[in-house]
């Protein structure tokens, strides 16, 4: 079972790459990157390779080089394009959820989270160390925001049900304990009966603390 603290690919200068432009390229791109996901899930990071992502995406090892100057560069376009996936769900589910109470939403929201890591465990364990730095670079940071935002917003429509005296506050605090907890029962806690007690002691404690009815003597 991978390491959630397992550490990222290092950026480097190398690490930089082109943008695709065309819709072929964007095609090709899209390509290896999945490619990239398929070898690491198999092989894991050290044994992956540009040779090995070549084969697997059915393309001359030229190709790749025409848009990543190695693996590390791959792997953090990949990482790139799972977090903007799990934005994606984030919105959606959230869109789907506003009528729900906010014990309601922030369950549905932490099982969708860990399927969506435990989908890619060798992923996972990179996506966690990244989102866990402590200064992201500005991607990352404008990318937090936004789903920062999504869980205001709904907090925002439900501020005259709940017992939240700081809105920023509960948002950081509601998308930090599920975005950290959800890759550690993802990664490591696979006994059904332990994580589903998890889940539900996860769940109790943002309730208490943002989902109480206002009013509620909590605290």
């Known amino acids: 079972m991978p390491d959630v603290g397992a550490?990222?690919?290092?950026?480097?200068?190398s690490s930089r790459r082109r943008t695709p432009s065309q819709e072929r390229s964007v095609e090709l791109v899209g390509k290896l990157l999945e490619a990239t996901a398929q070898v690491l899930g198999e092989v894991g990071l050290?044994?992956?390779?540009?040779?090995?992502?070549?084969?697997r995406a059915g393309v001359a090892i030229g190709s790749i080089y025409q848009y990543f100057p190695?693996?590390?560069a791959l792997i953090d376009a990949l990482l790139d394009d799972r977090l903007h996936r799990l934005e994606a769900l984030t919105a959606s589910r959230m869109e789907a959820l506003s009528t729900n109470s906010y014990p309601e939403a922030a369950e549905a929201m932490l099982r969708a989270a860990i399927a969506f890591y435990e989908a890619e465990p060798e992923l996972a364990a990179m996506l966690a160390s990244r989102t866990a730095m402590p200064e992201p670079n500005s991607r990352d940071r404008m990318l937090y925001q936004r789903v920062h935002d999504i869980a205001r917003s709904y907090l925002v429509a439900h501020a005259d049900n709940l017992d939240v005296d700081d809105i920023e506050l509960a948002a950081?605090?509601?998308?930090?304990?599920?975005g950290n907890f959800a890759p550690w029962i993802a990664l490591s806690v696979t006994n059904a009966d332990k994580r589903e007690r998890f889940i539900a002691e996860i769940v109790l404690m943002?309730?208490?603390?943002i989902g109480a009815p206002r009013h509620e003597t909590h605290r």
């Open 206 to 209: 943002l309730s208490q603390w």
């Open 7 to 13: 550490r990222k690919p290092r950026r480097t200068a």
């Open 46 to 55: 050290e044994a992956t390779s540009t040779n090995k992502i070549a084969a």
């Open 70 to 72: 190695n693996k590390e």
């Open 172 to 178: 950081t605090i509601s998308t930090r304990v599920v």
